[in-house]
């Protein structure tokens, strides 16, 4: 896996509330960033999943509150 910087993690968090799947997600941050990862590194940040059950508060906070804008616009 590759260490990401703060930007990357929160761009990842961010795409994953907004409901992309990992998959895009990862093909975004190749486009954004020019950084390869791995769609599982990018399911480990969406603690709606088995995958994302260890992340930081931090991250879990701004998830939930991306997603409830999101889902508040549509």
Known sequence: ???L???VKIFI???LACR???QEVADAVKQEFGIEVD???C???DPTKH???NLSKKFKDLFQ????????GL
């Open 39 to 41: 769609r599982r590194q």
């Open 13 to 15: 968090v961010q795409s």
């Open 51 to 53: 995958a994302g059950k």
């Open 1 to 3: 896996m590759a260490a």
């Open 65 to 72: 509150e991306t997603r409830q804008k999101f889902d508040e």
């Open 20 to 22: 992309d799947t990992p």
């Open 5 to 7: 910087k703060e930007p």
């Open 43 to 45: 399911a480990s940040y």
